[in-house]
């Protein structure tokens, strides 16, 4: 079976400070690969996409970056962090972009001070 | 543009029905997506229609007006474990999803 995990799960930062997140997906080939972003009271915000090895498509201008450095594994980064990058940050996975049922990560909690 | 609204809060008794609605505009429809998010946790998927109608799954189910950019997900027999946000997305065109903020349902005994 299929299975996605991401982490850190919690994260306190300071302004300025780098970022790393990481995802990964087990028991499947070639997903295509989300990061979204989820703010108290707003709906989830797509941030970067991805279909294959080293292809990322940017959503939203922003000081975040995603890299894919292989199949299954999914970079979310930042050189300096923002207080407003502070939130609920999630990534997901489909087989087929068509379908719209995607497989979520446990999710990371990122606080920036 | 792009915009989904979904009521912010919901109350219901466990053992009720409840139906909770959303309403969209969006840039070309290529089927509208159910989520359930318990607090702290990642969303999982409920439901997906692309036609009109009804689409029943157990105690769950969503119904879908493309013509009026409506749609309902209805719980019956709510169960205490039902209490969480309830998220509807749209799928453009471009097959992006559009999310709602989300309802977030409060189930009282």
């Known amino acids: 079976s299929q299975t996605i995990h991401q982490w850190p799960a919690t994260l306190v930062q300071p302004v300025g400070s780098p970022l790393s997140l990481e995802c990964t997906v087990e028991g499947t080939s070639n997903p295509n690969l989300y990061w979204y972003r989820q703010a108290a009271g707003r709906g989830l915000q797509l941030l970067f996409y991805?279909?294959?090895?080293?292809?990322i498509s940017s959503e939203v201008p922003q000081n975040l970056s995603a890299s894919r450095p292989q199949d299954r594994q999914f970079i979310l980064s930042s050189k300096k962090l923002l207080l407003s990058d502070s939130g609920f940050y999630l990534c997901?996975?489909?087989?087929?972009?068509?379908?719209?049922?995607?497989?979520f990560g446990e999710g990371s909690r990122l606080t920036v001070l | 543009g792009q915009n989904i609204d979904q009521p912010t809060e919901m109350t219901a008794t466990e053992g009720a029905i409840v139906q909770i609605n959303c309403t969209y505009q969006t840039s070309g429809f290529n089927g509208l997506f159910w989520y359930q998010q318990h607090a702290g946790e990642a969303p999982t998927f409920l439901s997906y229609?692309?036609l009109d109608g009804l689409e029943e799954k157990g105690r769950f189910s969503s119904f879908l007006s493309r013509s009026k950019g409506y749609t309902d997900h209805l719980l019956k027999e709510l169960q205490m474990k039902d209490s969480a946000s309830y998220l509807c997305?749209?799928?453009?065109?471009?097959?992006?999803?559009?999310w709602g903020a989300g309802t977030k349902l409060i189930i009282k005994p």
């Open positions: 997901a996975w489909t087989q087929q972009r068509e379908s719209g049922e995607l497989f």
């Open positions: 997305a749209v799928m453009e065109s471009n097959y992006q999803l559009i």
């Open positions: 991805s279909v294959g090895i080293g292809q």
């Open positions: 229609n692309v």
